[in-house]
């Protein structure tokens, strides 16, 4: 084979026929860190120029440069900076002409609330945040109609399933002609790893700090442990399955004693023994059936509702390995078998490649 001329082939496929797409990055913590790396690994490759980055901020600072950040130098740079970060610094940094894409790598409120905006501008949003998608329906709504309004597209890959093709798959159904019945599945990453490592002998709160620091949890490990992480993600999923459910409508079975639900995100780390007791008794009657524990989503009917189960053994749900989500959907086409996707649900670097993945696909519309 002649190698040479497959790199003259390959290049203009991935290259940049286009200028680079500018590119603002909001969160520098575990996902968003990962972003920076990855996008330092394409260093010299054809990808490199499909991105610039002008911008990056998180909470405390942001470094905006209209010829671009070297990526492996921004978070050096962002510590240095003097400026407080804005959401209008975002807008200043991508003002002007060409394909322009903000990276969502919080867990923002504020942050979400703006998605909007950036659509009706057409600028493409790219999220981990499930909040823009995933709490009220006139949000979700609003995201549409922005996106449409602005001609800008919204990567959600990396909400549900850290990067998996689910949200791609129900859709490419959908735009099939298929109908979704139903979808059950384990939906978190850390509570499936929590599971996947409970043995009802370690306390379940070590798991939880040992989970939390390797970057599955939320930034509140709360959010997970409450069915809250999972909630949004079902609700993403119901909506894009053309279910489109309130909030309130999803039936949330908590693990998050009410004792540990109140205290401030700084007085947690020392509480969450209280999580141990009551886990231990619901393994050990699990252990008794020969059953397993899962947390599990569940859409059927327009009904929906999220919390642990015990399984047997060989059920279906009861597989996998690490931090795997495992999601089965049952739809005209998939009647008695569902169709199963699998793979690791949580961990920064499969989030980094989900949302990367979709601002190249958006940058390349
Ligand atoms: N961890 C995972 O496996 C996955 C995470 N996600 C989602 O990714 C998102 C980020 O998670 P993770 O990286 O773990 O969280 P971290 O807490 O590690 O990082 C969050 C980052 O957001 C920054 N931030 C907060 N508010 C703002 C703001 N207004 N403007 C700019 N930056 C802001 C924080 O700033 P500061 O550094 O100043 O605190 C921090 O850098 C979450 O929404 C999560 O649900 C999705 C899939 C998987
Ligand atoms: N905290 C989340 C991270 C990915 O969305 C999870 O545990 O799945």
Redesign the pocket.
């Known amino acids: 084979m002649n190698l040479a001329a497959v790199e003259v082939v390959r290049e203009p496929a991935i290259g940049a026929r286009h200028a680079p797409a500018r590119v603002a990055l909001?969160?520098?913590?575990?996902?968003?860190s990962a972003v920076l790396s990855r996008l330092a690994s394409w260093e010299a490759t054809p990808f490199e120029r499909r991105v610039r980055l002008v911008h990056v901020?998180?909470?405390?600072h942001a470094v905006s440069e209209r010829s671009g950040l070297a990526p492996a130098e921004a978070s050096q740079r962002l510590a240095l900076a003097p400026q407080h970060?804005t959401?209008e610094a975002v807008d200043a940094a991508l003002h002007g002409d060409g394909v322009r894409v903000v990276i969502d790598?919080?867990?923002?409120e504020?942050?979400a609330e703006r998605h909007a905006h950036w659509l009706a501008q057409g600028i493409h949003v790219a999220t981990?945040?499930?909040?823009g998608q995933g709490t009220s329906l006139s949000r979700w709504r609003a995201i549409r109609t922005a996106s449409a309004l602005g001609g800008a597209g919204y990567g959600d890959s990396?909400?549900v399933g850290?990067g998996l093709p689910l949200l791609r798959s129900l859709r490419e159904l959908r735009e099939g002609g298929d109908r979704i019945h139903a979808i059950a599945g384990v939906l978190s990453?850390s509570l499936a790893w929590l599971f996947n490592h409970y043995d009802g002998m370690r306390p379940f709160s070590a798991l939880v700090r040992q989970a939390r620091d390797a970057?599955?949890?939320?930034?509140d490990p709360r959010d997970d442990l409450s069915g809250e992480?999972v909630r949004r993600k079902l609700l993403i999923l119901a909506r894009t399955a053309g279910v489109e459910l309130e909030a309130d409508d999803v039936a949330v079975s908590s693990l998050v004693p009410q004792a540990l639900a109140i205290l401030s995100k700084e007085a947690l780390d020392g509480a969450l023994p209280a999580l141990d007791a009551p886990l231990r008794e619901r393994f050990a009657t699990a252990y008794k059936h020969g059953e397993k524990l899962r947390f599990i989503a569940r859409l059927q009917d327009g009904r929906a509702r999220v919390g642990l189960e015990s399984l047997p053994s060989d059920h279906p749900l009861a597989g996998g390995a690490g931090t795997d989500n495992r999601v089965a959907i049952w739809s005209d086409r998939y009647p008695d078998q569902p169709l199963v996707i699998q793979g690791p649900g949580?961990?920064?670097q499969v989030?980094a490649a989900g949302l990367l993945d979709d601002v190249l696909r958006l940058s390349a519309r």
């Open positions: 909001l969160g520098t913590g575990t996902v968003g901020a998180n909470s405390r970060g959401l790598a919080t867990a923002s504020i942050v981990a945040c499930k909040i990396a909400t850290a990453g970057g599955y949890t939320e930034p992480d949580a961990g920064a989030t």
